[in-house]
């Protein structure tokens, strides 16, 4: 085992493992890509199997550890990048489940610790979860677009893969399918449209489609009912805002009529930042605001 990685289970050959992961940075600011992992590893039953050494690939002078108060002990949080072990009902294979953070230093490092562990386990497919700001609305359902390397995967999603021609910048998501690739692997990538006017935190409408995709794929049957709970919490949250704002609810619906409208093949910005959208800072400062609050308070 690399030894960049800690131990958490046992490390043994899965049935026919598929490694489905989030990391939160360039391709899920707000973390909502992330919550629906973390969905998974609790309503799955999933069990650690190991971790990513914190201190080789982050500088704690960017991203600071966080102290916490646990029992009355004063505890340290790093930066964790962990995988989990899980074999859900309806599922006919195992299923490793990363979830994590771009770290700062060592990308190819990175990247060839997750593949090694995923292979040590059987693993040669991956699948892994973004979101990414869109010119949406809040009211419609949550786009899912897809990006993969082999054609299989459109006929097990019921998604087409557009081909992307992007060039620019990267995140650690673009890296580490395209260095899974280069190592024979089947992998893709389903990315969730997030309103762009509301990034504050995690969007549980977002990780509720992609968890969708994902029980569509694999056969299995996500119980999503806490999501849903803070969905309804997190819809009149916006609405509570939207009331006292005519500029914002015009917005809105703007969006509505352009998305009922259209509803056009959304890229799959695999390696992707967005393209700039109409600029809606000024008119939902407020909404934004109040949304952060409203998450620092819980």
Same mark, same amino acid.
């Given at each position: 085992?690399?030894? $960049?990685?800690?131990? %958490?289970? @046992?490390?043994?050959?899965?049935?026919?493992?598929v490694? #489905?992961? !989030?990391? &939160?940075? +360039?391709?899920?600011?707000?973390?909502a890509?992330?919550? $629906?992992?973390?969905? %998974?590893? @609790?309503?799955?039953?999933?069990?650690?199997?190991?971790? #990513?050494? !914190?201190? &080789?690939? +982050?500088?704690?002078?960017?991203?600071?550890?966080?102290? $916490?108060?646990e029992?009355?002990?004063?505890?340290?949080?790093?930066?964790?990048?962990?995988?989990?072990? !899980?074999?859900?009902?309806?599922?006919?294979?195992?299923?490793?489940?990363?979830?994590?953070?771009?770290?700062?230093?060592?990308?190819?490092?990175?990247?060839?610790?997750?593949?090694?562990? !995923?292979?040590?386990?059987?693993?040669?497919?991956?699948?892994?979860?973004?979101a990414?700001?869109?010119?949406?609305?809040?009211?419609?359902?949550?786009?899912?677009?897809?990006?993969?390397?082999?054609?299989?995967?459109?006929?097990?999603?019921?998604l087409?893969?557009?081909?992307?021609?992007?060039?620019?910048?990267?995140?650690?998501?673009?890296?580490?399918?395209?260095?899974?690739?280069?190592?024979?692997?089947?992998?893709?990538?389903?990315?969730?449209?997030?309103?762009?006017?509301i990034?504050?935190?995690?969007?549980?409408?977002?990780?509720?489609?992609?968890?969708d995709?994902?029980?569509?794929?694999?056969?299995?049957?996500?119980?999503?009912?806490?999501?849903?709970?803070?969905?309804?919490?997190?819809?009149?949250?916006?609405?509570?805002?939207?009331?006292?704002?005519?500029?914002?609810?015009?917005?809105?619906?703007?969006?509505?009529?352009?998305?009922?409208?259209?509803?056009?093949?959304?890229?799959?910005?695999?390696d992707?930042?967005?393209?700039?959208?109409?600029?809606?800072?000024?008119?939902l400062?407020?909404?934004?605001?109040?949304?952060?609050?409203?998450?620092?308070?819980?």
């Amino acid at each position: 085992m690399h030894e $960049a990685l800690r131990q %958490l289970g @046992e490390i043994r050959t899965l049935d026919d493992p598929v490694m #489905i992961g !989030a990391l &939160t940075g +360039f391709t899920d600011g707000s973390g909502a890509a992330l919550t $629906a992992i973390d969905h %998974l590893v @609790e309503a799955w039953g999933a069990e650690p199997l190991a971790e #990513i050494e !914190a201190e &080789t690939f +982050f500088d704690f002078t960017v991203q600071r550890p966080r102290v $916490a108060l646990e029992e009355g002990e004063r505890v340290i949080h790093w930066p964790e990048n962990r995988f989990y072990v !899980a074999r859900p009902p309806g599922a006919a294979r195992d299923f490793v489940l990363l979830s994590g953070v771009e770290p700062h230093l060592r990308w190819r490092q990175f990247t060839g610790v997750i593949a090694e562990l !995923a292979e040590t386990v059987g693993s040669t497919t991956s699948v892994t979860l973004g979101a990414q700001p869109a010119g949406v609305p809040h009211t419609r359902p949550v786009p899912v677009s897809l990006s993969s390397s082999d054609s299989s995967f459109e006929e097990l999603f019921r998604l087409k893969a557009p081909a992307s021609r992007y060039q620019g910048q990267t995140g650690i998501v673009g890296v580490l399918n395209l260095a899974l690739r280069a190592r024979g692997w089947k992998n893709a990538s389903l990315w969730a449209m997030v309103p762009h006017y509301i990034t504050a935190g995690p969007n549980p409408n977002v990780a509720i489609s992609l968890i969708d995709v994902i029980d569509r794929g694999f056969g299995t049957s996500t119980d999503v009912t806490a999501l849903r709970e803070e969905a309804e919490q997190f819809e009149d949250q916006v609405r509570a805002v939207l009331a006292d704002s005519d500029e914002a609810a015009a917005y809105v619906r703007q969006l509505e009529e352009q998305f009922d409208t259209n509803q056009p093949p959304l890229p799959a910005p695999e390696d992707a930042r967005p393209e700039e959208l109409p600029a809606a800072e000024d008119l939902l400062t407020d909404l934004e605001r109040f949304l952060k609050d409203q998450r620092q308070d819980e």
